[in-house]
């Protein structure tokens, strides 16, 4: 199962609903590029309430708002396993 808050996971959700149809409206698509390029009203929102504020004299300094389906996913990495070697392994006498 796939987490939902793995960034390869959220780039392919957000590229597949590039492509998959709209269910209220089959004519149109879930999203667009233009729409994922424009930022949330809530990122938005958070940006602009640090402007002025005396609580964060330097503004905003959290993350940069980006476009992830625009993003190249990351390639899985491989899972590898460390080979036991024998001589490691307690013998028993019996």
Do not use: H
């Not at 390029?37 to 330097?58: H, I, L, R, S, Y």
């Not at 300094?61 to 396993?81: F, S």
């Amino acid at each position: 199962m796939e987490r939902i808050f793995d960034q390869a996971s959220i780039i392919k959700l957000l590229k597949d609903g590039l492509k998959k149809p709209n269910p209220k409206n089959p004519d149109r698509m879930m999203w667009t590029l233009k729409d994922l390029d424009t930022p949330p009203p809530g990122w938005t929102e958070c940006v602009n309430n640090t402007k002025g504020n005396k609580a964060f004299p330097q503004g905003y300094q959290g993350v940069k708002y980006q476009n992830l389906a625009r993003v190249k996913a990351p390639k899985p990495k491989k899972e590898t396993i460390e080979i036991i070697d024998p001589k490691d392994l307690p013998t028993y006498d019996f």
